[in-house]
Structures are given as structure tokens and as C-alpha cells.
């Protein structure tokens, strides 16, 4: 097995930085910070950084097929200007239970959001996986959920990769443009490493940051073979993406939260975006397509 090592971008120093998005037509990076509520932006060409605050934790951050971003908050789902700061909300999403949040989203390739929700003290169950399509009404696919979190789509568009962290498995759906995932199947299934965020190559492999682990893992999910490992000096790897215009970049986030303050002095990047050229492709991005 291949062993990589990732290097420090951006001393972001995120409590809980999560879901990295990169935008094709923006030529940007965009990933959160759940708990200090921040959309950041990342310009590589220029390494101009800024960020975006929100009123509420935003768990994901995606592409619209406006130009804007569509951002997944707790309680609501909204369209975010990049630009301005401007939010719009677009639809709620379990208003009724105050206590949850929005973790990790994306869209498919048939321009639906999928977005998960988990419970704010992570009790088991609570939460589930929506798609929110063109009607902009939130359909439950998945319920009794504990941390619903990675997901991508195979190159074929055949199959959705889903992940509950609090199971330590990666399962496989077959994918439809139907909001129904059919024929469930455990393709990763870990003993002690906590999965966590996850992204798809272009020749179909997965990415998964791994919380508690300092490390991203690429799997192949038809054989379970362990191909390659990029070690991140901060435990708490959350997730990662594939970026920039050959999309050959790996992109990683990490998270501060839950470290004690001894943890804090031994990996003190804890939090930071960190980078590494693995040698694999990304692919694009799905933008939601909103008001089509």
C-alpha cells in the first residue's frame, strides 16, 4: 500500500471544518466550518482566502446551477450569494426537531441535493437522509440515522456510496433518478477508524477522511482493497475533495473539536486545510439545479 504525507495550506484553525466543495465555473474552493457558522473561499490562483459568515451551523456547501451556492443549515436549506452574503432560505428541513443539524451533503448527477441530518449531541437515530429535488420539497430517504455523513456517486452514475459513521461502514445503493435507493450492500466495513467524508475519483475509487485517524484511505469499493494512504497531521480528518482545473488536487479539511489541549499542543495544524497530489482525478461537482 502507497503512503502519502499532506501538507499545510491554509491555518484556518476550524473548530469543525467539514464538506470541501470545489466549484468549476468559480474556480474556488468552498468548505464550512459547522460550529464558528463560516463558509469559506478559497482562490488558488491568486491565494486570496476570505469567508462567508452565517446565522446558523452549516454543515455542506454546494453549487447552484445559478451561479449562487446553496448552503444546508441547521433547521432550513439556503441559497447563499457568495458575492454579498445574501441568504435566501428555500425550504425548511426538521424544523420541528430544534436539536438537530445538517451534516454533509451533495448533488447527484440528476441536480438534486442530498443532505444529511444528526442529532447536536450525536444520540443515536435521530437523524436521516434527505433529496430535495426541483419541487424543493425535502423527501426522507434514509431514517434512524446516528452521523450522517460522506457520499459521492460512481463515474457510471450507477451506484451512491453512503456513509453513518457511527457504524463504520461505507454502503452502496443502487442510484436512480428516482428518490429511492435500492439494493443496500456494505462494501467497506472498519474495526476502529471512524469514516467520515468521502469523494469519488474518476476511475471510481474512494476517498475517505477518517476522524480520530490522521488520515485519508482510498478503497476500491468493488474488492474492499486498501489502495493508498495520506497521512494528515491532525487527527480529526473530516473530509476531502478533488480540485483545481485538472481536478488532480486532493483537498482535505480537519477539525479542532474534541481535542484536549494536550492533543491541541502535539498537533497544533489541528484544524488547518491541507493538500496533497496523490496521483488520481476528481471529478466535477454536481450543481443543484435550482428553479429548472
Known sequence: MKKLQATMLLATNSTLGEGPLWHAEHKMLYWVDIEQKIVHAFEPHTGRHRTIEVPKRVGTVTGASNGKLIVGLQGEIAELDPNTGR??????????????????????????????????????????????????????????????????WSPDGQYMYFIDSADYKVRRYRYSNQAILKEERIVLAFEKDLPDGMCVDSDGNLWIGFWGASRVGCYDPTTGEHLLDVHVPAPHVTSCCFGGDDLKTLYITTAREGLSEDQLKEFPLSGCLFTCKPGASGMHANNFSIGE
Open 87 to 152: 441568504l435566501r432560505t428555500i425550504t425548511l428541513l426538521e424544523p420541528d426537531l430544534i436539536d438537530n443539524r445538517c451534516n454533509d451533503g451533495k448533488c447527484d448527477p440528476a441536480g438534486r441535493l442530498w443532505v444529511g441530518t444528526m442529532q447536536l449531541e450525536t444520540r443515536p437515530k435521530m437523524g436521516s437522509l434527505y433529496c430535495i429535488g426541483h419541487d424543493l420539497i425535502p423527501h426522507r430517504v434514509l431514517s434512524g440515522l446516528t452521523i450522517s455523513n460522506g457520499m459521492g
